[in-house]
Structure formats: C-alpha cells, structure tokens
T-cell receptor
Framework: SQTIHQWPATLVQPVGSPLSLECTVE??????LYWYRQAAGRGLQLLFY??????ISSEVPQNLSASRPQDRQFILSSKKLLLSDSGFYLC????????????FGPGTRLTVL | SQQGEEDPQALSIQEGENATMNCSYK?????LQWYRQNSGRGLVHLIL?????REKHSGRLRVTLDTSKKSSSLLITASRAADTASYFC???????????FGKGTKLSVKP
C-alpha cells in the first residue's frame, strides 16, 4: 500500500533562517506531488506541484522554492524565512491527472518567530 | 484563481442528526471532490463526483452535484461525534488544471 511521509512534524524557526521540509512517498511510481500551505482557519493554497523529476510548477510567487531530486521525494525550501511563512504545510500525491484524488501527508506545523 | 466556497463556515449539531454542507463554484468543472480534515492533521479524501453525475453515495455520505447551479452538497446522515472535523470541497478550476480547495466547513457533533 502507498504511504506518504513528511518531516519534521513541527518546526519553530527564527525570521531569516533557511527552511527545508521533506516529503517522501512509498508504494507508487511517478506520482504527481504537491505542496500546499494552510493558514489558521483557512483553506489550502497550492504552492507547487510536480509531474516528474525536475519538473516543478509554481502556482503563486513567494519566498519559497521546491525541488524533486528523486521520483518519490519532494522538498520545500526557503533561503530566508519571513513571518508570513508560518502555517501548516501539507504534501500530497496523486496517480493520474493533477485533478485526480489526492492523498495527503500528516503535515508540518511551521512557526516563524 | 476560482475557488469553491463552502457554506456554512461552521455547523454544530447533536449526535444522530444529519449534517448538510454546501459548496459553490464559478466555472465549469470536470469533477468535484470532498475531503475531511481532523484538527492538525492532513486531509482525507471522501468522495469524487464527476460532472456527468448527479448523486453519489458512500456509506453515510451522500453527495449531490448541480452543474446548472454550480453547486454541490455533502450530507452526512446519523452523525457521530467522530465526524467532528473540517470538510472541504475541491474543484478542478485551477489555472493550470489543478485542484482548488475552498475554506471549509467546520462541523462539530456533540455527543
């Protein structure tokens, strides 16, 4: 069966520090991968998605970047965090089209102080 | 980007009652999905309904889709305290064909 992992689960970082969040998927090949951010009490904002290794699409301009160095690994990064980067970050995957059913990881709670 | 909008934003009911949540969207879609999120957790897919379907059932869940009104509803029958969660609809209205999620309905089921 397929599983998706995210780490760390929680993170507290000072403003201006770098960020690296990792997401890995097991049990499937060539998944579509997604990074979302959820502000408190809000819906999900799509940040990046990837349909293959090295292929990254950005939905909105921001202080973050994403990379997909391996088929089932998706990394969210920042060189310098801003206060506004605080939120709940969710990784997800899907099999077929990007509008197919998505399967979410447990999320990372990021607090920037 | 267009976005599904759930209504109401919050709903509080007693165990055993039915809960109905609505979602409206703005452009034509190929499918609409409903997800559930327990507090502080990831989202879990509940059901997908395609644009050529009008109603779909899964256990205690019933989803309807009215493409003429650009709206969908999620009905949870005989609710349980364990149904307490936020419920989101998602449509394939994204500018790059991606899913767009609404802000969700927060459901509280009291025992």
């Amino acid at each position: 069966s397929q599983t998706i992992h995210q780490w760390p689960a929680t993170l507290v970082q000072p403003v201006g520090s770098p960020l690296s969040l990792e997401c890995t998927v097991e049990g499937t090949s060539n998944p579509n991968l997604y990074w979302y951010r959820q502000a408190a009490g809000r819906g999900l904002q799509l940040l990046f998605y990837s349909v293959g290794i090295g292929q990254i699409s950005s939905e909105v301009p921001q202080n973050l970047s994403a990379s997909r160095p391996q088929d089932r690994q998706f990394i969210l990064s920042s060189k310098k965090l801003l206060l506004s980067d605080s939120g709940f970050y969710l990784c997800a995957w899907s099999v077929l089209a990007v509008t197919d059913t998505q399967y979410f990881g447990p999320g990372t709670r990021l607090t920037v102080l | 980007s267009q976005q599904g909008e759930e209504d109401p934003q919050a709903l509080s009911i007693q165990e055993g009652e039915n809960a109905t949540m609505n979602c409206s969207y703005k452009t034509s879609i190929n499918n609409l999905q409903w997800y559930r999120q327990n507090s502080g957790r990831g989202l879990v897919h509940l059901i997908l309904i395609r644009s050529n379907e009008r109603e779909k059932h899964s256990g205690r869940l019933r989803v309807t889709l009215d493409t003429s009104k650009k709206s969908s509803s999620l009905l949870i029958t005989a609710s349980r305290a364990a149904d307490t969660a936020s419920y989101f609809c998602a449509t394939d209205e994204g500018s790059q064909g991606n899913l767009i999620f609404g802000k969700g309905t927060k459901l509280s089921v009291k025992p």
